[in-house]
């Protein structure tokens, strides 16, 4: 079952109304260091329907359509692409999904060469879309709560789960993965972004089989780089499957270490995170119900709850290329709260770092409301968390590291799995409480000075992603690189920003809608 990451949130109270409230906000402009901490609560500086106007159909596919910078100019030295992948397609026939995650998978691909930029976007043909669009109709149920039209009894006893390689993309070998973690991914031309079908990964996978879309790139910790990633089977015990493949050279896209563990209790398990030799996972504390899912009243995803007093665990697998390879699983109790997404893992003699952002609890998802009127102040924040595993005495030591709503952090990919010094995210405008993403935020992992790129006030930030410059040194030498949602002109911006203090280098204008979407990746041109 799929459980790509949230933080779109779901409450039946009324809709607050911000726009009164937005003429009093801080304004912090565009880029620059954040200003000392103000001493009057500041006000929202967003409009809501700004934010939920991102929720439409992507109606159009492009082909090469260059992109000109409305501001600043592409760096020369940016060449590759940046692929993203999300929801595309949300209503059809009248029927509008009941989450956004449980919308078609869509790709957009924007290839940087020569300080020029050119726009590819397609949906991934999969097996539900292709049916959907030639009946015009909603056929499946999604994970998330959308159902068929004709009410309970339409929808009962029907279990087949549609792939909608909604989640993530990467770049194996000579194919492009539109990634699902519930099933096996969809392998797409690079260039085209023609789908050339669900993919085994040259036999690796069974048919059907889990593969999560959240793998991790190894820069070379054992002399090679490889993309470490896992699938889980879950029940009463919960299966790993650890996998690493060769990600450079003649095999690349090659199966170089697979094992598997297995360990007592549900497991929820959406991210991961790597060390030299460690696989590092949270099964956070959540049961799993599944008969309203199968007597039609909720999707697959909507069964899930925090289990009351229940602990996470901390599951720390050997990796095979690693110091500890062939030896058992290490389990630790992990502190409270629910964690989608990690943000680096490091060792440190015999302790192993985490970072994570954290929720208080896990967001329940009612059958009965409508995502777009999530009133931000009901649901849990996520809160960058540092926890510190001591393998010998077996003790977890938790700090806070940052106050800021964030979500979709990263260090430079050359730190995976080592201490890194930066890390990039998106976070909310405001410095406390939960809001939408607006702005992009560079953290000083060591002396926690920010520095602060804002989209507010019409402004939505998604996942941004950190591109070392070719032959830097510093660790913050490169560029961010963002799709922001545009409330003001109804579509998406690509902007271009430095690094080291997230001024702004360029900003694109698509000439697309791209709903708020997961994540994504960079592939460099050799
Ligand atoms: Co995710």
């Not at 880029?31 to 001493?39: A, Q």
Request: proline content about 7%; charged content about 25%; overall charge negative.
């Amino acid at each position: 079952m799929p459980f790509p990451a949230a933080r779109v949130c779901w409450s039946r109270r009324e809709p607050t109304d911000h726009r009164s409230r937005a003429s009093q906000s801080v304004t912090r402009g565009w880029g620059g260091i954040d200003r000392l901490p103000v001493t009057v609560a500041p006000a929202r500086p967003y409009n809501r329907s700004d934010w939920a106007s991102a929720f439409v159909n992507v109606e159009q596919e492009l082909t090469d359509v260059a992109l000109s910078p409305v501001r600043g100019a592409v760096p020369v030295e940016l060449r590759g692409t940046f692929y993203r992948n999300g929801p595309g397609r949300l209503e059809r026939d009248g029927h509008r999904v009941h989450h956004p995650f449980d919308g078609d998978g869509m790709i957009a691909a924007m290839r940087f060469d020569n300080g020029r930029v050119q726009l590819t976007n397609r949906f991934v043909r999969t097996e539900g879309w292709l049916a959907e669009e030639k009946a015009d109709k909603v056929l499946y149920r999604g994970v998330f709560g959308s159902q068929k039209p004709g009410g309970r009894l339409a929808n009962a006893f029907d279990l087949r789960l549609k792939n909608i390689a909604n989640t993530n993309v990467v770049r194996l070998g000579d194919q492009l993965l539109a990634l699902w973690e519930a099933a096996e991914p969809h392998a797409l031309d690079p260039e085209s972004l023609e789908t050339r079908g669900l993919s085994r990964l040259d036999g690796v996978l069974k048919k059907g089989e889990a593969f999560s879309a959240h793998p991790r790139f190894d820069p070379g910790h054992h002399g090679r780089p490889c993309m470490v990633t896992f699938g889980v089977k879950t029940g009463p015990r919960s299966t790993i499957r650890l996998m690493e493949f060769a990600t450079e050279g003649l095999d690349a896209g090659a199966l170089l270490h697979d094992r598997s563990d297995s360990f007592p209790g549900f497991a929820f398990l959406h991210d991961f995170a790597i060390t030299a030799n460690w696989a590092v996972f949270l099964q956070n504390a959540i049961a799993f119900n599944p008969l309203p899912f199968v007597t039609g009243e909720k999707g697959a995803a909507q069964c899930l709850q925090s289990k009351p007093g229940g602990k996470g665990r901390f599951w720390l697998i050997p990796r095979d290329s690693g110091r500890f390879a062939g030896q058992k699983p290490r389990i630790l109790e992990a502190p409270d709260g629910f964690v989608f997404h990690h943000l680096n893992a490091f060792e440190d003699g015999d302790h192993v770092v985490v970072e994570s952002i954290v929720y208080d609890d896990f967001p329940t998802i009612g059958p009965d409301e409508d995502f777009a009127e999530v009133d931000f102040d009901t649901v849990p924040e996520g809160i960058l968390h540092r926890c510190r595993l001591d393998l010998s005495r077996e003790t977890v030591k938790t700090e806070r590291i940052s106050e800021r709503t964030c979500e979709f952090a990263m260090v430079n990919p050359d730190r995976q799995g080592l201490s890194a010094q930066y890390a990039w995210m998106a976070v909310a405008e405001r410095e406390t409480g939960n809001d939408p993403l607006q702005a992009i935020q560079k953290l000083d992992l060591k002396s926690g000075t920010t520095h602060t790129w804002s989209a507010a006030p019409r402004g939505f930030v998604s996942e941004p992603l950190m591109v070392r410059r070719p032959g830097a040194e510093a660790e913050d030498d490169g560029w961010v690189l963002d799709l922001v949602w545009n409330g003001a002109r109804q579509a998406s911006d690509l902007v271009i920003l430095d690094a080291r203090d997230l001024s702004e280098v360029a900003l694109l204008e698509l000439p697309l809608p791209v709903p708020h979407g997961l994540h994504g990746s960079w592939a460099p041109t050799h």
